[in-house]
């Protein structure tokens, strides 16, 4: 039996721009023949008044595969002697999000929020696909918005695990607090 499907057709950022313009600063890097190109959508200033910034990137794959990889790094860096309470502190929040994705990188001193989404081999649909990936950025924002300054806190030793989880319960429902 013969497989007659036509072959797959690469899905490309350039497809998703136009929908996060919409609502978002948008700036585009081509692709390159040798990288792919990225997404840097501005989510505004956190809580610092510091600019975040969300990076869209393919992440390599095999197999017609394709995963679209949302990532904002989180300043500032990690301190070695908090990793322990701030490991804590991600798996408390990252445990009642509905889109999980703070992390950390440890030995890099990186704190971030990364989200994947799978894009099948297709190109996408900005009325399918870019509204999904409107709405998982605003998403995103959001719980940035709400858990970025405590995890900065217990990332640069200002705040303990225990401390940050009586401020994540509050932040998490606002009205019991």
């Known amino acids: 039996m013969s497989d007659n499907r036509p072959p797959a057709e690469r899905p490309s950022l350039a497809d998703l721009a136009p929908v996060l313009q919409a609502e978002f600063p948008v700036q585009q890097q081509p692709s390159t023949p040798t990288q792919d190109g990225q997404l840097f959508v501005d989510l505004g200033a956190d809580q610092r008044d510091r600019p975040r910034r969300l990076e869209l990137m393919f992440l390599p794959h095999g197999d017609d595969l394709y995963f679209l990889q949302l990532f904002v790094l989180l300043p500032p860096p990690l301190l070695p002697e908090f990793a322990g309470e701030l ?23 990186w704190v971030y929020f990364r989200c994947i989404v799978p894009c099948g081999n297709r190109k996408l649909d900005p009325n399918i696909d870019g509204e999904a990936i409107l709405a ?33 319960a509050a932040l998490a429902n606002p009205i019991s607090a």
């Open 87 to 109: 490991a804590r502190v991600l798996l408390l929040i990252n445990a009642n999000l509905p889109l999980p994705g703070f992390g950390m990188q440890e030995a890099e001193g």
């Open 136 to 168: 998982t950025t605003w998403v995103a924002s959001y719980q940035l918005d709400q858990f970025g300054e405590v995890i900065e806190d217990v990332a640069g030793g200002a705040c303990t695990a225990a401390d940050a989880t009586t401020r994540v």
